[in-house]
């Protein structure tokens, strides 16, 4: 026979054999400031450069087609679900200050390609820019390791939410420092100086890290096993109730995102609005400003009082709004109308990606969720390589079309989430079953 006791209540976010103290070496507060600012710093560089990236393309006479754009707009997220697991294994092994310089050289290399290629108008040395920034860019998974070896579990969210906040402000204050880097040029037309700066940024990155960076990883701390691609961690992902349609609700949201800020400058660049590249650089200033009000301020308010799914509902529902919104505004070249669509698409946004990140993390198994949700951010990956292949082939046809198309997408994975994800439940560790003897019950 057989009797079930229940266990104690033990929080799933903690393990009871954790330490008390990082690894690697005892929690640092400079640490965990450099760390930021090689991020946010080499972040700048990649907000100032990605709003002139299409138009530049389209400046060297690509096909009208779109497709060549559509993959220099890819091509960067691609290398980044290819390497970054690659990067991250490597800091397993060497350490993480040598992958983060590594990184960060490579940064300041291919930024001052990106400078020579828009001089002399080359698509395939932009196509090697942005290949290159992707490898170089794809450190990222190291940079959130050297945090988990200086920071508690009980500190560990505040530590990764530095990474999040470098992003924000990196997408925000990039492109408003591209616009000045383009008040050094005489030419009115595609400028380098954009791209030197992005690479003059990172270099002052590289330095802070070379300079003040020591390594974290202890020698052997590692445990047996360790794999680049864990083929187990997909099979737990869509082995878990709801999360595979909580996976394919975050991969359209993500395409459809990426339909957006990937054909957002060509539209700005187009016969309907006319904008400058200065001009180009300061609305996505506005996007990332946006972006940054939204999450920092509406979702932390919002999420405690209503959860996650209504969040997820409402994120969809604003999001379709928003596109309808930008159709409306392409056709008849309004800017205020541009503004509010480009607000209430990002504010969508917003209110998805976290919500869902979090419905993924509360309904996996606690011992499976670092898998789980690895597998989460590379389908994320994936999309922003898909969406631009999608968004601005279609973008070319027709400005309204990508918009159209983001509708679509996201009108199907609503569904999806109403239907098959909605109704998920957290995870609970079953009952622990203990075998009791035949001959203690004689």
């Known amino acids: 026979m057989s009797s079930q006791t229940r266990p104690s209540e033990i929080n799933p976010y903690e393990s009871p054999r954790a330490p008390e103290v990082p690894a690697g070496r005892p929690p640092s507060r400079g640490s965990l400031l450099v760390i930021f600012l090689t991020v946010f710093i080499d972040l700048l560089g990649f907000g100032m450069v990605l709003p002139l990236l299409p138009i530049y393309a389209k400046s060297f006479g690509v096909k009208e087609a779109g497709w060549e754009i559509g993959l220099l707009m890819s091509s960067f997220s691609a290398m980044t679900f290819i390497f970054a697991p690659l990067w991250g294994r490597a800091s397993d092994r060497v350490g993480r200050r040598p992958v983060l310089i590594v990184g960060l050289i490579g940064s300041v290399g291919f930024y001052l390609l990106f400078g020579v290629a828009t001089v002399f108008?080359?698509?395939?040395?932009?196509?090697?820019?942005?290949?290159?920034?992707?490898?170089?860019?794809?450190?990222?998974?190291?940079?959130?390791?050297?945090?988990?070896?200086?920071?508690?579990?009980?500190?560990?969210a505040k530590g990764m939410a530095l990474i999040g906040a470098a992003f924000g402000l990196g997408f925000t204050f990039g492109p408003l420092l591209g616009a000045a880097a383009l008040?050094?040029?005489?030419?009115?037309?595609?400028?380098?100086?954009?791209?030197?700066?992005?690479?003059?940024?990172?270099?002052?990155?590289?330095?802070?890290?070379?300079?003040?960076?020591?390594?974290?990883?202890?020698?052997?701390?590692?445990?047996?096993?360790?794999?680049?691609?864990?083929?187990?961690?997909?099979?737990?992902?869509?082995?878990?109730?709801?999360?595979?349609?909580?996976?394919?609700?975050?991969?359209?949201?993500?395409?459809?995102?990426?339909?957006?800020?990937?054909?957002?400058?060509?539209?700005?660049?187009?016969?309907?609005?006319?904008?400058?590249?200065?001009?180009?650089?300061?609305?996505?200033?506005?996007?990332?400003?946006?972006?940054?009000?939204?999450?920092?301020?509406?979702?932390?308010?919002?999420?405690?009082?209503?959860g996650e799914v209504v969040m997820t509902l409402a994120g969809g529902i604003t999001t379709m709004v928003g596109f309808a919104l930008l159709i409306a505004a392409s056709q008849v070249g309004e800017l205020w109308l541009l503004m509010i669509a480009s607000a209430i698409e990002v504010t969508g946004f917003a209110l998805m990606t976290p919500s869902l990140q979090s419905l993924i993390s509360r309904r996996s198994d606690p011992a499976r969720q670092g898998g789980i949700l690895g597998v989460s951010q590379s389908t994320s990956s994936l999309a922003r390589v898909v969406g631009p292949l999608i968004a601005v082939p279609l973008f070319f046809q027709s400005p309204p079309l990508p918009y159209w198309a983001a509708i679509g997408i996201m009108a199907v994975s609503t569904t999806i989430f109403v239907l098959f994800a909605r109704r998920g439940r957290d995870y609970v560790a079953g009952p622990i079953e203990l075998s009791v003897p035949a001959e203690a019950m004689e």
Do not use: C
């Not at 170089?136 to 508690?152: F, H, K, N, S």
């Not at 691609?229 to 991969?251: K, M, Q």
């Not at 359209?252 to 700005?268: G, I, K």
């Open 183 to 306: 008040l050094f040029s005489a030419d009115v037309g595609v400028s380098p100086w954009p791209g030197y700066a992005a690479a003059v940024l990172s270099g002052v990155a590289l330095v802070l890290a070379i300079a003040l960076l020591p390594e974290s990883l202890r020698p052997g701390s590692l445990p047996a096993g360790h794999r680049i691609i864990d083929g187990r961690a997909w099979h737990d992902a869509f082995d878990t109730p709801s999360v595979p349609a909580l996976l394919a609700t975050a991969f359209a949201s993500v395409v459809s995102f990426a339909a957006f800020e990937t054909t957002l400058s060509l539209l700005l660049n187009s016969d309907a609005f006319g904008f400058s590249f200065a001009k180009v650089l300061l609305y996505y200033a506005f996007i990332g400003f946006t972006l940054t009000l939204a999450q920092g301020f509406l979702v932390r308010r919002l999420a405690p009082k209503v």
């Open 121 to 156: 108008q080359s698509m395939t040395l932009l196509f090697v820019a942005r290949i290159g920034a992707g490898i170089a860019g794809a450190t990222i998974p190291a940079a959130q390791a050297y945090i988990a070896d200086v920071t508690t579990l009980q500190n560990r």
